[in-house]
């Protein structure tokens, strides 16, 4: 007869089981799938695992469903079988645990996606997500639900909660992973999270993964006395190190029994073990915890004390051209650059020596365009600075990188000199080089900004000091041909709260509507910069009218290009840079700025700038 959970994490320590991914993984199982669905497609493995544990001493069995989430099974493509998938999971684990004081905990793990504000996942998706996979898990007959592995405390306490409005009778432990400062990647610190969490509703929190014995030790005996519920711990065993293809853990049983002894000590009232750790741990581990009595330890008392700080002025001298004049009101030129496929990047640099003398105050760099391979964006910009002299704005889509990545590199391009960054999504995978490549995106353009706004502050997404900030000029994308001008605007007011100080506009060859997009607020509070495209032919004109989403060309200019290449080709050019000529004059009476983008054919940008009135040095537009 088992015995009630929360009684007994009143009494006694309980031992839970180790590692179950890591541990299938040495059994053969796939590193790349997902684990969950072996309770489907190969239940005598997942059911030997439990039963190893069992029989090493474990007193919490945990279920194999830390990623049975429609999130992660939709990328392993079985979202179709997340309720077969959970309930196969508590029978398997309840089936081990049969006529044993042995107690079956739900495991729900992370959904491995961003919630708003650096993701797109809203919090009421995550609640119902997370409600879906524990339904499940209760209904499999549970004794508890685990939390494990949470990086965010906002979906971890939505986690609980989620679990909480389906059952306000259910022990639910909640165990979130921590860096080795003691903060989880987002910048909340143990305590706190911890503190949160069981306000939250949980019975126990406690930490797991990321880190080994000694330094989950090191932050565990620094929790502090005020947080209202038992404390788990469950580490990995040390950090792994890749034999033959395959991670290896190098912590021993012995060491592990060590630290689960200190643990305790501590006053851990669930030790258990996470990736690495096998059933010859947890049996090392029993030795120290079988039979002990919670130790209610002696913890550090939690005091907030408030520092005045004393704030000096600084004089900032900007020596970025294309920054001053978005400061000022002056007309803003920028041109599009495109890197090489190879190392050589003369081209690109003779480029923008062409523009610069044609007039553009900047040069804008882009970053795997179309999904193709090209030189990174940064190296090109960083280049043509020091050749030219000309600033340079460098392209960052969340496509390629996740979250460490594109911090890395914003501050590999402050580093460089560069001043300003155009955040974007990235062009979609599927129509480049590598179609079956896989589409990071961890953040959306929205956290992108924010982490660029954050670095500008002086902060990186975990809430670290950097040290001197980055001083980003910070572009979005913009569409005045957008056709639910409502939902286009909607997104550009989110985009500057998030942390745009100016716009980029899809090619526009439309200046009625161009007016009408300039009206709104929103398109007044930042500079915009209207795109433009000069047009090569009529074949270039109707692909863009009639295949490429977001640009609309007007029946009129159509018609100009169909007349034009009964002419030949070099009519076609010339009516092409005629109209943008028309269009370039019209921005300039109009708009704050105007991003032209020659398609390689960098000699254009000084034929369309011919129709751009100049300006005298003391001379300024209109605010947009």
């Known amino acids: 007869m088992k015995k009630d959970f929360r009684k007994a994490l009143a009494e006694e320590v309980l031992l839970a089981d180790g590692a179950i991914g890591t541990l299938l993984v040495s059994r053969g199982a796939s590193p790349e799938q997902a684990k969950s669905p072996l309770n489907l497609s190969d239940p005598e493995s997942v059911r030997e695992v439990h039963d190893d544990y069992v029989a090493a001493g474990a007193r919490i069995l945990t279920t194999n469903t830390w990623d049975a989430n429609r999130v992660k099974l939709t990328a392993h493509e079985w979202a179709d079988s997340i309720e077969r998938i959970n309930r196969e999971g508590a029978r398997l684990a309840r089936e081990a645990a049969a006529g044993e004081a042995v107690f079956v905990a739900g495991s729900l793990g992370p959904l491995g996606a961003l919630v708003k504000p650096y993701g797109s996942l809203q919090l009421t998706q995550v609640r119902e997500i997370f409600e879906e996979q524990a339904r499940a898990l209760l209904e499999g007959g549970v004794d508890l639900i685990l939390l494990e592995t949470f990086g965010s405390l906002l979906e971890a306490a939505e986690a609980v909660r989620a679990v909480r409005g389906l059952s306000a009778a259910i022990p639910v432990v909640a165990e979130m992973t921590f860096l080795s400062d003691g903060r989880t990647a987002f910048g909340e610190s143990a305590a706190h999270a911890l503190a949160t969490l069981a306000m939250a509703g949980a ?44 991670n290896v853990y190098l912590s021993s049983p012995d060491y592990l029994r060590e630290y689960a ?64 004049k978005l400061a000022d009101t002056e007309f803003v030129v920028t041109a599009e650059v495109e890197p090489p496929k190879g190392t ?3 081209a690109a640099v003779e480029g923008a020596r062409q523009m610069k003398a044609a007039g553009v105050d900047a040069v804008n760099v882009t970053d795997n365009p179309m999904a193709r391979l090209r030189m990174s964006s940064i190296a090109v910009a960083a280049v043509i600075q020091r050749e030219t002299g000309l600033d340079a704005v460098v392209q960052i889509t969340t496509r390629d990188r996740n979250v460490l990545g594109l911090q890395s590199d914003l501050l590999g391009a402050a580093g460089l000199g560069i001043k300003a960054i155009l955040c974007l999504g990235g062009d979609p995978l599927k129509i480049g080089d590598y179609p079956q490549a896989k589409q990071v995106s961890e953040v959306d353009v929205l956290g992108l900004l924010r982490i660029a706004k954050g670095l500008n502050a002086g902060a990186d997404l975990a809430g670290n000091a950097i040290g001197a900030s980055t001083r980003f000029a910070i572009a979005c994308a913009a569409n005045p041909a957008a056709a639910d001008q409502e939902v286009e605007f909607s997104k550009l007011r989110a985009k500057i709260e998030a942390g745009a100080t100016f716009a980029q506009t899809q090619p526009v060859y439309d200046l009625e509507a161009l007016s009408r997009f300039l009206e709104k607020p929103e398109a007044r509070t930042i500079p ?41 080709s070099e009519h076609e050019r010339a009516e092409g840079i005629a109209i943008a000529r028309e269009l370039a004059a019209g921005i300039a009476g109009m708009a704050r700025g105007m991003h032209v983008m020659p398609m390689g054919r960098y000699r254009a940008v000084a034929e369309v700038l011919e129709a751009v009135p100049p300006l005298t040095p003391n001379a300024k537009r209109a605010p947009a």
Do not use: W
Request: charged residues 20%; aromatic residues 4%.
């Open 261 to 324: 002894s200190a643990f305790v000590a501590a006053g851990a009232a669930i030790v258990g073990g996470c990736c690495g750790t096998t059933p010859e741990h947890i049996r090392a581990m029993a030795r120290a915890v079988a039979g002990a009595r919670r130790v209610h330890a002696a913890r550090p008392v939690s005091v907030a004390v408030e520092v005045e700080v004393e704030h000096v002025a600084e004089t900032i001298v900007e020596t970025s051209r294309l920054k001053r």
């Open 344 to 346: 050589d990047c003369s």
């Open 203 to 246: 019975d126990a929190v406690g930490m797991n993964c990321t880190l080994g014995p000694q330094e989950t030790h090191d932050i565990f005996a620094k929790l502090p006395s005020s947080i209202a519920a038992p404390l788990s711990v469950m580490p990995n065993a040390g950090y792994p190190s890749v034999v033959h293809g395959r």
């Open 528 to 568: 915009i910069l209207v795109g433009l495209i000069p047009l090569l032919s009529l074949k270039q004109t109707l692909f863009f009218a009639n295949e490429v989403p977001g640009i609309v060309v007007p029946p009129s200019i159509q018609d100009r290009m169909r007349k034009a290449s009964e002419r030949g």
